[in-house]
């Protein structure tokens, strides 16, 4: 069961990651590449995500944000 504060403090931890933090949807918008090439810049090490979340068959990568944009400069 959740509580108020508990909504609230989710809602806190939801805030600061997308300050911090880009999927992989996000990361291929704003850089302007297709999110196949994405993740080529991984295997290449050249843009490498932090986190990877298991959603099926697929995993969901999360980026931070500063290594994005040091990649685009």
């Not at 300050?19 to 850089?31: D, G, H, K, L, N």
């Not at 999110?35 to 990877?52: A, C, M, Q, V, W």
């Amino acid at each position: 069961m959740l509580y108020l504060s508990d909504e609230i403090i989710k809602q806190q931890i939801i805030a600061q990651l997308n300050e911090y933090v880009m999927t992989q949807q996000q990361v291929s918008e704003y850089i302007n590449v297709k999110t196949t090439n994405l993740s080529k810049l991984s295997k290449d090490r050249k843009l490498e995500p932090f986190h990877k979340l298991p959603n099926g068959k697929q995993h969901l990568n999360l980026y931070y944000k500063s290594d994005v944009d040091k990649y685009k400069k």
